[in-house]
């Protein structure tokens, strides 16, 4: 359970409810009240090194920005909600080319105001419409906190149109298991092989609980997706994804298999991860290879073609010796 080391506050988040809840909840952890949660002087001050102390910290605020983004793979819409950031340290995050060093937990406590705008598009649309509430964070997670997605769901299901969903690298899922939620949230674990887990993505739920959580789910009647996310090359690579299809072939349950959908997401890695993860992470393993990445501009890398292509292949034999009758949404 995340306990912060310090709260910075907007002072307007105690006219909401989960403002004054969450204010009482962590009334013994010290307080700093600040005008913007997007710009706090303290924080950009900040060295590198300083990344993953900075992620101890809370802030909460009101969200202003609410407009969706129109996406076309697994949502109609990605859209601003609940939380921005993350209390993990994950080398390749791409919140990082957003935030740089400052891509830590923000919540926002005007719940009601975010959901009511995505309701009334959903209604007013002629057709079914589905919007990613976690691009900016994960809700597993950030419902330990503030119990946001639990209140999303029950306040989301009686709708007369529309669908949810968001990704998770987090196992912590049983608040949620009892839910009502109608079939309305689509629920994506993510999953990489358990030696990529346990020296790049720091703070996050390891494999063997995360394929608990997606049979958990399942059973409580989510629909499931799987991201094999990000796929990072490192020099055993072949071995590593064969491994983890198989497990997952293993350990996934009936029904899991039965309609799960899968999306293939390959790492993108930039200049700002490499100073930030150079001071923080001095002895962790260096995700960036000149031999196999490109430059993609604006300071960020991804593999080359015919790296990514070969790559690409394998994992699609892969898909079809494990999972062959589960659909592949898309691979980038």
């Not at 791409?94 to 005007?110: G, S």
């Not at 769901?153 to 009892?178: A, C, Y």
Request: aromatic share 12%.
């Amino acid at each position: 359970m995340f306990k912060p080391k310090a709260i910075y506050f907007e002072k307007e988040i105690i006219n909401y409810p989960l403002g004054k809840e969450l204010m009482e909840k962590y009334k013994d952890i010290p307080k700093f009240e600040i005008e913007n949660h997007n710009n706090i002087e303290e924080m950009r001050k900040k060295e590198n090194k300083e990344f993953a102390n900075m992620k101890r910290n809370l802030i909460i605020g009101v969200r202003k920005t609410h407009k969706f983004i129109e996406n076309h793979k697994t949502s109609d819409f990605l859209v601003p909600y609940t939380s921005s950031g993350c209390t993990a340290s994950c080398m390749y995050c791409y919140l990082v080319c957003n935030y740089n060093k400052c891509a830590y937990l923000r919540l926002f406590v005007n719940r009601e105001q975010m959901l009511d705008k995505i309701i009334k598009t959903s209604e007013k649309s002629e057709k079914e419409l589905t919007f990613e509430i976690g691009s900016n964070s994960d809700l597993i997670l950030e419902n330990t906190i503030t119990g946001n997605l639990s209140w999303t769901i029950d306040n989301f299901k009686n709708t007369s149109k529309g669908t949810l969903t968001f990704p998770t690298k987090f196992d912590m899922v049983d608040d949620i298991l009892d839910l009502d939620h109608k079939k309305k949230v689509i629920i994506r674990m993510s999953v990489n092989p358990e030696e990529i887990i346990n020296k790049v993505e720091f703070g996050t739920s390891r494999l063997k609980g995360r394929i608990e959580a997606i049979n958990k789910l399942k059973e409580a009647d989510y629909p499931i997706g799987i991201l094999i996310a990000p796929v990072i090359l490192v020099e055993n690579w072949k071995e590593l994804y064969a491994k983890l299809m198989k497990r997952l072939s293993a350990e996934l349950s009936e029904k899991v298999k039965k309609d799960a959908f899968f999306e293939i997401i390959f790492m993108t890695y930039s200049y700002i991860h490499t100073k930030i993860n150079e001071e923080a992470f001095p002895n962790a393993i260096n995700l960036y290879d000149k031999e196999m990445m490109t430059s993609r501009g604006r300071g960020k890398y991804g593999y080359k073609n015919n790296v990514r292509n070969e790559a690409e292949i394998f994992l699609r034999e892969q898909m079809k010796k494990y999972f062959p009758n589960n659909k592949i949404e898309y691979i980038v």
